[in-house]
């Protein structure tokens, strides 16, 4: 079993949609949840960075981390076609980070 | 922002040759960095992981005399690619983290191409 799993999509939806994006993971001694967005040719960018369990909000963007079920989300709202990427999750535990394979979203104009 | 920035971005060598990235923390002195390659549509695949002052831990699988990583100072992380080949040619990622609370930043990547 893999310590990150992510459904590599492809996702495709129209402008103004809500995306939610998921991951599941295994080792219940991961700390730190980041979500990652990756556009082609250039490396991640960091978009959200949380701790506890419960959601956390930035902009269009919210995290949500559920430990007792090992499930973190993000959600995108009123997306747009800029938002079109690849998107990573990302858990660690000190120095070790494990990330997901990716979701490539489409927002379609 | 914490901003890493990579340089070359892209890069074309013949077999033999070595090659030179850098990677460097601009606004904030990183005590970790790490070594990423790429394949196309596929995940990030850590190679090594360098703290400033020390020896690289290369994952397994990954010839240390063939890339070589020197983390010179809590801002300067190098990865030289020695006698490069065809099948070294990848995209290399390299990122960057404060301390242990905080996040991965990473570098904008470079693709070696080697012919």
């Known amino acids: 079993q893999k310590e990150v799993e992510q459904d590599p999509g492809p996702l495709s939806v129209p402008e103004g949609a809500i995306v939610s994006l998921n991951c599941t993971y295994s080792?219940?001694?991961?700390?730190?949840f980041m979500w990652y967005r990756q556009y082609s040719r250039k490396g991640p960018e960091l978009l959200m960075y949380?701790?506890?369990?419960g959601n956390k909000e930035d902009g269009r963007f919210t995290a949500q981390v559920d430990k007792s079920s090992k499930y973190i989300s993000l959600f995108i709202r009123d997306s747009q076609p800029s938002d079109s990427a690849t998107y990573l999750c990302?858990?660690?535990?000190?120095?070790?980070?494990?990330f997901g394979t990716g979701t490539s979203l489409t927002v379609i104009p | 922002g914490a901003v890493v920035s990579q340089h070359p971005s892209w890069v074309i060598c013949k077999s033999g040759t070595s090659v030179k990235i850098e990677c460097r923390s601009l606004?904030?002195?990183?005590?970790?960095m790490f070594w990423y390659r790429q394949f196309p549509k596929q995940s990030l695949m850590l190679m090594a992981t360098?703290?400033?002052?020390?020896?690289?831990?290369?994952e397994q699988g990954v010839e240390k005399d063939k890339f070589l990583i020197n983390h010179a100072s809590l801002t300067l992380s190098t990865l030289t690619v020695t006698s490069a080949h065809p099948e070294d040619s990848s995209f290399y990622i390299c990122?960057?983290?404060?301390?242990?609370?905080?996040?991965?930043?990473f570098g904008n990547g470079t693709r070696l191409t080697v012919t």
């Open positions: 990302a858990m660690s535990a000190g120095n070790q980070f494990y």
């Open positions: 360098s703290n400033e002052g020390s020896k690289a831990t290369y």
């Open positions: 990122s960057a983290r404060r301390d242990l609370n905080s996040p991965l930043h």
């Open positions: 080792n219940s001694a991961f700390q730190y």
């Open positions: 606004d904030f002195q990183a005590t970790t």
């Open positions: 949380t701790y506890s369990s």
